[in-house]
Structure formats: structure tokens, C-alpha cells
């Protein structure tokens, strides 16, 4: 029997023909919150779809226009932690779309839960913008609760930034691929550990960026100290002419040191020798390790705020970082 959302549109996995138009819905809600909006890449869909089955974890739902009305994904991250991912075109909010969304995500989540290790805490993330009202209640009603805010900080390059001031001992330069694949793997990993919620990723897995269209070893930036990694900012550009920064991560034995702000200076200063005049990045606004300081500190804004809420599936043990050990 069709569900009430599929009574009123068709409800699909997307197709790679859906990817400009989810592109533009992601685009539509940016501008209508915020009055700005970044663009994304059509490789950013689809390295989301690498991580999941489109056919049974990803929904298109379409109007009898033709014109996408939502769009929403469930990734397995495995140790526990799965996260949905939502979206209602402004043209169609106010008809249900969303909440049916929440539930038809959760039910998929839920067949994850097996899988999950024994005795682990699942846990469902979801997240929405800090200026959506409306939803936020969605969430609330389906029984989750806020659990984290991110941001968008940005930074515009209207002038040449500082000269970066490394820390005695450390040398820059770019990603060798081919040769530097699994040490700056490890490297993340091992600061991301500082993270919170942070499950471990696969090697395999996490190296698919570099097969992406846009993928620019040049951008790419190791710090290095002798023949080790002490840190990295991985970035790339977007359609926009804008620059994305995937990744700022310092290892800690090399914190505290003025790295990872010599490291944002060298990536800005790259941008702007590149006529590039905007640059983001995503933050943990409770960063366990002080990152928003860091990127304040480098000149950067909040541009757009994210609410991320949970919802237990399973108790047990957490197996993703909460907090900083030292």
C-alpha cells in the first residue's frame, strides 16, 4: 500500500540525472536561510553515494511537475553510527514532506542496527540548519534531540593574507600521490581521534576523494617535520571559483605550535596567488580542540550555522569519541 508521500509524488532512488537539480534544492534552502549559498560539486553527491546503496538508502521524491520536491540519504558509518540526511525544496515545505522523510530514514536506520558491534551504542544523526524552525520541531517530534552545533566558516581573499610563520624544524609541501597515500591517511586519523563522534574510516574508502574530478594534489598541503607528517590541510575548489578546505588536521605532538594557523595561511595564500577569492570550511562549534579559536584567529567568519540532533537506537557502549582524553 503507497505511503501518503507516494500517494501524492513519485518516490525513487536517484539517478545520476538528479544530481544537478539536488545540487540546486541543497543550493535554494542555503540561500533562503542564509542569503548565500556555496555550490556544490557533482562529485560532493556522489561520494555520498559511494558509501551507500542508492537503492535502498537514498530517495528522490518528485512532483508530478517533474520538479525534485526532497531528497535524502542513510549512510551506515559503521561502529554505531549512522546519519541521515534530508532535504525539502522551499517550493514544497508545509505539505509533510519532511516529517515523512524523518520516518521513512529512521526505518531504514533501523535495519543498520544488526550490523553494529556488540553491546555498541547505535545511534541515528541528523542534521538541519540552526535557522530551520520549522525543522528542528520535525526532529524534536520524531524523538531526537540536539546533540551538537556545527558552522560554515568562511574567509573572503580580497587581500594578499599573512605569510605563514612555521614552527622551527617544519617544512611545506604538496601531496605526492601514489607515495604519500597512507601516511597522510594515518595522520588524519590519528587527529581526528580528538574529534567528537568520530568513528575510524578505511583506508580504501576515505582514499576515493582522490579519484574525484576535482581532486588537485597541489592542494594538498604537508607540513612536514624530517620525514614525518606533523600536519596537513587538504583542500580543493569548487564550481563556484570558490575554495573548499576539506580538512585541517595537526597531529599532537605538534599542537600548540602555531602549525595549524601557518598551515591556513599557506592554503590562503595559495587561493589568492589563484585569483580565488572565497574560501570555507566546516567546524565543530564545540571543537574538543579548539578549532573555531583557530579559525577566528586566521580571519575566518561564521557563514552558516548547522543543528545536529540524535536519536538512540541501541543502547550500549559509545564507540565514537565524546570527549578529549588525554
Same mark, same amino acid.
Request: charged residues 25%; contains cysteine; proline residues 6%.
Given at each position: 500500500?503507497?505511503?501518503?508521500?507516494?500517494?501524492?509524488? &513519485?518516490v525513487r532512488?536517484?539517478?545520476? +540525472?538528479?544530481i544537478?537539480?539536488?545540487?540546486?534544492?541543497?543550493?535554494?534552502?542555503d540561500?533562503?536561510?542564509?542569503?548565500v549559498?556555496d555550490?556544490y560539486?557533482p562529485?560532493?553527491?556522489?561520494?555520498?553515494w559511494s558509501?551507500?546503496?542508492?537503492e535502498?538508502?537514498?530517495w528522490?521524491?518528485?512532483?508530478?511537475?517533474g520538479?525534485?520536491?526532497?531528497?535524502?540519504?542513510? &549512510?551506515?558509518?559503521g561502529?554505531?553510527?549512522? +546519519?541521515?540526511?534530508?532535504y525539502?525544496?522551499?517550493?514544497?515545505?508545509?505539505q509533510?514532506?519532511?516529517t515523512?522523510?524523518?520516518?521513512?530514514?529512521?526505518?531504514?536506520?533501523r535495519?543498520?542496527?544488526p550490523?553494529a558491534?556488540?553491546?555498541a551504542?547505535?545511534?541515528l544523526?541528523?542534521?538541519?540548519?540552526?535557522s530551520?524552525i520549522?525543522?528542528?520541531?520535525?526532529?524534536?517530534?520524531?524523538?531526537?534531540g540536539?546533540a551538537r552545533?556545527f558552522?560554515?566558516m568562511a574567509?573572503d581573499?580580497?587581500?594578499? *593574507?599573512?605569510?605563514?610563520?612555521?614552527?622551527?624544524?617544519?617544512?611545506?609541501?604538496?601531496?605526492? *600521490?601514489?607515495?604519500?597515500?597512507?601516511?597522510?591517511?594515518?595522520?588524519v586519523e590519528?587527529?581526528?581521534k580528538?574529534h567528537?563522534d568520530?568513528v *575510524?574510516? +578505511?583506508?580504501?574508502e576515505?582514499m576515493?576523494r &582522490?579519484?574525484?574530478?576535482?581532486?588537485d594534489?597541489?592542494?594538498?598541503?604537508?607540513?612536514?617535520?624530517g620525514?614525518e607528517?606533523?600536519?596537513?590541510?587538504?583542500?580543493?575548489?569548487r564550481?563556484?571559483?570558490?575554495?573548499w578546505?576539506?580538512?585541517?588536521?595537526?597531529?599532537r605532538?605538534?599542537?600548540?605550535?602555531?602549525?595549524?594557523?601557518?598551515?591556513?595561511h599557506?592554503?590562503?595564500? +595559495?587561493?589568492?596567488?589563484?585569483?580565488i577569492?572565497?574560501?570555507?570550511?566546516?567546524?565543530d562549534?564545540?571543537s574538543?580542540?579548539?578549532?573555531?579559536?583557530?579559525y577566528?584567529?586566521?580571519?575566518m567568519h561564521?557563514s552558516?550555522?548547522?543543528?545536529?540532533?540524535q536519536?538512540?537506537?541501541?543502547?550500549?557502549?559509545?564507540?565514537?569519541?565524546?570527549?578529549?582524553?588525554e
Open positions: 500500500m503507497p505511503t501518503a508521500l507516494e500517494q501524492r509524488f &513519485t532512488p536517484p539517478v545520476d +540525472e538528479d544537478r537539480a539536488i545540487i540546486e534544492l541543497v543550493m535554494a534552502l540561500l533562503l536561510h542564509y542569503g549559498a555550490e560539486a562529485d560532493d553527491i556522489r561520494d555520498d558509501h551507500l546503496n542508492r535502498t538508502d537514498a528522490a521524491v518528485v512532483a508530478p511537475d520538479q525534485l520536491a526532497a531528497y535524502a540519504t542513510v &549512510t551506515d558509518h561502529f554505531g553510527r549512522i +546519519e541521515a540526511d534530508g525539502v525544496h522551499p517550493n514544497f515545505q508545509g509533510g514532506i519532511g515523512e522523510l524523518v520516518r521513512l530514514m529512521e526505518t531504514r536506520a535495519d543498520f542496527i550490523s558491534p556488540e553491546h551504542r547505535v545511534v544523526t541528523n542534521s538541519v540548519l540552526q530551520d520549522p525543522a528542528q520541531r520535525i526532529m524534536e517530534d520524531a524523538g531526537f540536539l552545533a558552522w560554515r574567509i581573499l580580497a587581500d594578499a *593574507p599573512p605569510a605563514p610563520q612555521w614552527p622551527d624544524g617544519v617544512t611545506l609541501r604538496t601531496f605526492i *600521490p601514489g607515495q604519500d597515500d597512507r601516511a597522510v591517511f594515518d595522520a590519528e587527529a581526528f580528538d567528537w568520530h *575510524p574510516h +578505511e583506508f580504501d576515505w576515493e &582522490t579519484k574525484r574530478e576535482s581532486f594534489p597541489t592542494l594538498w598541503f604537508l607540513a612536514m617535520d620525514a607528517i606533523a600536519g596537513v590541510t587538504l583542500c580543493r575548489l564550481p563556484d571559483e570558490s575554495a578546505i576539506n580538512t585541517v588536521a595537526v597531529r605532538s605538534w599542537r600548540k605550535r602555531g602549525l595549524g594557523l601557518a598551515l591556513l599557506h592554503a590562503f595564500a +595559495e587561493f589568492y596567488r589563484r585569483g577569492q572565497h574560501a570555507a570550511l566546516g567546524v562549534a564545540q574538543l580542540t579548539g578549532a573555531t579559536r583557530l577566528e584567529r586566521a580571519g561564521v552558516l550555522r548547522i543543528a545536529t540532533y536519536k538512540e537506537l541501541r543502547p550500549g557502549v559509545d564507540l565514537s569519541t565524546q570527549t578529549l582524553h
